[in-house]
């Protein structure tokens, strides 16, 4: 037997199994609701197609802030591929579809991502790090580095 999400909703229970079989088209068709929350996943199975084959998900907007990456560049694709600096490239699908031919790109650290105890873990190991590689060119051994 294939579990799927919907053998996890209390339906009986909850009465909704009798409501659905009164009201079949009582399903939110022709309703729209807009959600605010950082903890949602559309890729969700539940979250993909109404009961008449419209997307459920019209649109996804990070509120967090947590992944906003400044994507003012503008590039043109050279040869299928787009110059990103410091010698990193992307090849763009040739089936992309993109008139103005320009693409906004933009760059994010990992470490700006990173939750505050692993930054804090991070830190302390490139300053260790930093501080042992001060100590062997010293020219001053008897100064203390901190």
């Known amino acids: 037997m294939t579990e799927s999400w919907q053998d996890i909703l209390p339906k009986a229970e909850t009465q909704a199994l009798s409501f ?9 068709r022709g309703i729209i609701v807009g959600i605010l929350d950082t ?10 197609i109404t009961s008449d084959g419209n997307p459920k998900i019209i649109d ?4 967090s802030g947590s992944g906003d990456v400044n994507m003012t560049t503008k590039k043109q694709a ?6 990103c600096g410091h010698g990193k490239k992307i090849k763009v699908n040739p089936n992309w579809i993109n008139p103005s031919g320009e693409f906004r790109i933009g760059q994010k650290k990992a470490f700006e991502l990173y939750p505050g105890d692993l930054k804090t873990r991070v830190t ?23």
Not at 60 to 63: A, M
Not at 129 to 142: I, T
């Open 20 to 28: 659905i079989r009164k009201n079949p088209e009582w399903d939110g």
């Open 39 to 48: 903890g949602v996943c559309p890729g969700v199975e539940g979250l993909q």
């Open 60 to 63: 996804v907007i990070d509120c």
């Open 78 to 83: 050279v040869n299928g591929f787009i110059d």
């Open 124 to 146: 302390e190991k490139r300053k260790n790090l930093w501080v042992n590689k001060l100590k062997e060119v010293s020219f001053f051994p008897h100064i203390k580095i901190c």
